[in-house]
Nanobody
Framework: QVQLVESGGGLVQAGGSLRLSCTAS????????MGWYRQAPGKQRDMVGH??????NYADSVKGRFTISRDNAKRTVYLQMTSLKSEDTAVYYC?????????????????WGQGTQVTVSS
């Protein structure tokens, strides 16, 4: 089974920075995509950004302020957040799509982290 562990959330003032981390573990054949989503109270869960071997993609609301990176050896994806705004307040969820070996067959597995709270004070 694939497990994701998130860390790095907290309380920051507007204009400040935070870095979130998400580490994947388990019987992973290969990692296909790693990304971040967020959900504010009363709102839907939205994609923040994701990274693959082809590059990165970001939501318009965070473009230029947030940066996704990954360390393949550590199976870890990061979300570096700068110039934070109160509108960025949300629970942030790591999402990792991997290929696993299940009973001798390769299968795609979509996995979610437990979520970490990011609160930006105004």
């Amino acid at each position: 089974q694939v497990q994701l562990v998130e860390s790095g959330g907290g309380l920051v003032q507007a204009g400040g920075s935070l870095r979130l981390s998400c580490t994947a573990s388990g019987s992973i054949f290969s990692i296909e995509t790693m990304g971040w989503y967020r959900q504010a109270p009363g709102k839907q869960r939205d994609m923040v950004g994701h990274i693959t071997s082809r590059g990165t993609n970001y939501a318009d609301s965070v473009k230029g302020r947030f940066t996704i990176s990954r360390d393949n050896a550590k199976r870890t994806v990061y979300l570096q957040m700068t110039s934070l705004k109160s509108e960025d307040t949300a629970v942030y969820y790591c999402n990792v799509g991997v290929t696993i070996l299940d009973s001798g067959r390769l299968r795609f597995s979509d996995n979610w982290g437990q979520g970490t709270q990011v609160t930006v004070s105004s």
